[in-house]
Structure formats: structure tokens, C-alpha cells
């Protein structure tokens, strides 16, 4: 009977035991997670005002309930943790699934002046996440900038928008709820250093931004016809076609000066540098730029420039893997090597050892590229099985776990973290709120056992 340990329980790790739990029928699996928490991303990376996305949790959940798979959160692998070798010592079979947890950098002065926060920074805040830092983003702040044209950008632009009546119902933590109930933020810059047709949103999320109550969401015609295909775009692909047509719409849209917020979508800036003002980020300048003669998408400086006014500043300009105690790593990619999933040491697929998701591919797709990202993986480690199982191992790892000083949260506890996430809405006159720090998560999980 082949043993697998798959690390990490977002969609990536799911779709894995997923995958094992329908090829073979006798398979046991074991998803571990760093967090006493399933879902990854899902839990703290969706937006709480998405509950459509969240919902993903379901399937998620009938994954981990499976007979044959096993919940083991609180389980660090690495430095502090249980290490790699020891995991291939327990089991079969170890895959990764751990995603890309760190944020790529700017590269321009003043990027750590207080005031300047990774976009995931911010959205873990709001996700409460318990390693996230509690520092009060958004007091005193009138005018944030949003460095990136994403879909995350486009998250953390609505949050900052957003009003207390519309977040209210979701599960965001009440210390953020209230901080974004009191925020005066008034303008937010959405800033892109090309055109409106390389933007990476999706026209779903864009179009958000023109449902908030009391926000205006403007657009420079001058500034973002310097893309051709702004001013027509009939030659785009249909996503890009449809992203410029509304922000076409919006740019011959008449003022509203009613409105107590507003959202600019800015195009062909570039950041040069963070300025400090009073000891934190006061503003931002910008580089403006223009279209590559060649047409390629691509853009140079101009030789122009400008500043934007900013007391909080998020940047979003993409993810990045981190390496992994005892597997091998590419910086250039920041991925783990691998042939079909396989890890490589050298030319040399590794033993028992695999990956999948983003430390495999790089943070690339949507959820739902996990699940073929996965399957991949899965088929090259059911090929290996044969010779995987000649190497014996405990018929259950978790009291070797034990013996070690790993406790970890099992399904049980994630149910009752549930529970009091469930009482404490009820307390505050709100749905399910979730627990935002190490301490009350590793509490409620306790009650499990009472």
C-alpha cells in the first residue's frame, strides 16, 4: 500500500490527493499544512467579498474528508519542522505543493519605507492570516497607490473602496472591518507601466470597480490612447477586446462629483522611487512611458516624470517561490526543478520526490490549473509506484510524527477552529468571522479534544 505525503492543502495540494484517491484505491494520503488551516489561497488569498470563488472551499473539503486522506495541519517542513529527509523516510512518495509564498520586489529606492506593503501583505491582513503584521494600513492615509494591473490589484483597489455595509457580511477579521469602517482613504491610483491592452486583469474583476456605491472610477482618454489598440481595438484577442471597452466607457463618462471615493486607473507609469515624507511614503514617482516602436508590448522610459501622493503604497507586481530545505531550486525561475512533476538533482529524477503547483510552474493560471498541473504529477508518481513501495515504511507515520514533538491539528480541530469562527460572528452581529492569530486558532483547535 503506497503512502504519499503531500505538502501543502490549497487547491494544488487537493487536486493531488484528489488525483491519488481516484487512480488508486488503496492509496493513503496524508495533506500536511505549515497552518493549522486548509485551503491555501482560497481561505486567504480570495477576496471576502468573492463569496462565489470561496465557495471552492466545498470541493476542497470533500477532498480532505475523503476515508483515505488525511488532514495534518501545523505541520512545518523545513527549518524548524520536520525535515525533507525525514519526510522520505516516513513515506513513499513526498509532493510538494507549498505554491510561491514570497512577493517579487521593485527594485527602487524607498521600497521599505513604512507606508510601502506588498499587495499579499495587505490581502493576508484582511484574510487574517495569522503571520500577518497588524499595522494599521490604512490610518491616516487619503491617497494609496496601487503599483500593478492584475486581478490582484484590482482586489486590494475594492477593498480600499469598499464600504463597511458591503464588507459587513463577509468573514473579514473585525480588527480590519473596523480599521477600513474609519479608513478616509478618498483617492486610489491603480497604476500600470504599459498600456491598457497589455493590462492582466479580467474583465469580471475590472468591471467591479464600477459597481462600488459612492466611488467614481475614472480614466484619462489622452493618457490611455497612447495604445494604439485603445483606440481601436477591434483587432484585440476577445479578453483584451472587452478590458478596453470598459475602460473605453469609462473614460467618456461624464464626472460624478457626488462621489466620496476615487479609483484612477493610470497607464504607461513606471515607479522610480518611493519619497519619504515625515518619516514614511509620502508619494510616489513615476516615469512616464511610451509603446516600443516595435510593437511588441513593450515600453520605454521617455525621460518624463511625475509625482503621485501616497501614504500607502501596495505593490503588485507578481509572486515568487522561495527555495525548500533539502530540494534543490532555480532562482532564475524560482521553481523546483522537475520532468512531469519528478523533482531532478542534476539530469537525475529524484526518488519519491515531486512537486506541483506553482513551486512546480511558477505562479502562472487560475485556480483551476491546478487541477491538470496535478493530474500530471500524480500519473509520473502511480508510474514510479511499483518500485516506490519495494522500500518499506511505518504502516502510519503520524506516532513517529508524535515522537518527535510534531502535535498537529487534525480534521477534528479544523472543525472546531470552524465552530468559533461561527460563535464569534454570532457574538458580533455578523456571519462567520474568521480568527486571525496563531494563538485563538491553536485554542479553538484544542477544543476538539475536550
Known sequence: MLRVAVVGSGPSGCYTAQSLVQQDPEVRVDVLDRLPCPYGLVRYGVAPDHEKIKSLQNNLRSVLEHERVRFLGGVAVGPGGVPAARLRQLYHAVVYCVGA??????????????????????VSWYSAHPDAADDGFVHGVRSAVVIGVGNVAVDVTRMLARGVTELAPTDMPQAALTALAESRVTDIHMVGRRGPSQARFTTKELRELGTLPGTAVLVDRR????????????????????????????????????????????????????????????????????????????????????????????????????????????AATGTVPHRAGRVLRGDAAAPGEYVAGWIKRGPTGVIGTNRPCAKETVASLLADAAELEQREVHSDPLPHLRAEGVE???????????????????????????????????????????
Open 101 to 122: 509564498a514570497t512577493d517579487r520586489h521593485l527594485g527602487i529606492p524607498g521600497e521599505d519605507l513604512p507606508g510601502s506593503w506588498s499587495a499579499t501583505e495587505f
Open 223 to 330: 493618457e490611455a490612447g497612447t495604445d494604439p489598440a485603445f483606440l481601436d481595438p477591434s483587432g484585440l484577442p476577445n479578453a483584451q477586446r472587452r478590458n478596453v471597452e470598459v475602460l473605453r466607457g469609462w473614460a467618456d463618462a461624464p464626472p460624478a462629483p457626488e462621489a466620496r471615493r476615487r479609483i484612477r486607473l493610470r497607464f504607461y507609469l513606471r515607479p522610480v522611487e518611493l519619497l519619504e515624507r515625515n518619516g514614511r511614503v509620502g508619494a510616489v514617482r513615476f516615469e512616464r512611458t511610451a509603446p516600443d516602436e516595435g510593437g511588441g508590448g513593450g515600453v520605454r522610459g521617455t525621460g518624463r516624470f511625475e509625482e503621485i501622493e501616497a501614504q500607502l503604497v501596495l505593490r503588485s507586481v507578481g509572486y515568487r517561490g522561495v527555495p525548500l530545505e533539502g530540494l534543490p531550486f532555480d
Open 408 to 450: 498537529p491539528v487534525g480534521w477534528a480541530g479544523w472543525c472546531a477552529i470552524e465552530r468559533a469562527e461561527a460563535d464569534l460572528g454570532a457574538s458580533l452581529g455578523r456571519s462567520v468571522v474568521k480568527l486571525p492569530d496563531w494563538e485563538s486558532l491553536l485554542a479553538a483547535a484544542r477544543t476538539a479534544g475536550a
